[in-house]
């Protein structure tokens, strides 16, 4: 059973920065791709940044330039670096992980941890 573990979310200001952290039970070298995605209230989850196994990313419009994904396979981790936080970030945000190829959705998730950016 592959187990996603995120944390390092919290309160946060308007232009702070925030590094979550995702913890995979599984070598994360043997997924074919990681992603994040966050899900503010009353709203769908919606996609954020993705890495494949060659280390290639790719992220949603609304936060190029601002939010990192990277990983540490010696540490089965995945992280988010998000810099210049805005209120429009707020939400929970989610990894996920799957072993298919681009054409077929995520199928391992974690519980989530909540970001909020307010003053």
């Known amino acids: 059973q592959v187990q996603l573990v995120e944390s390092g979310g919290g309160l946060v200001q308007p232009g702070g920065s925030l590094k979550l952290s995702c913890a995979v039970s599984e070598v994360i070298f043997d997924f074919n791709a990681l992603g994040w995605y966050r899900q503010a209230p009353g709203k769908e989850r919606v996609f954020v940044a993705s890495?494949?196994?060659?280390?290639?990313?790719d992220y949603a419009d609304s936060v190029k330039g601002r939010f990192t994904i990277s990983r540490d396979d010696a540490k089965n981790t995945v992280y988010l670096q998000m810099n210049s936080l805005k209120p429009e970030d707020a939400a929970v945000y989610y990894c996920?992980?799957?072993?298919?190829?681009?054409?077929?959705?995520?199928?391992?998730w974690g519980q989530g941890t909540q970001v909020t950016v307010s003053s």
């Open positions: 996920a992980a799957k072993y298919g190829n681009s054409g077929t959705n995520y199928a391992y």
């Open positions: 890495m494949d196994r060659g280390g290639r990313t």
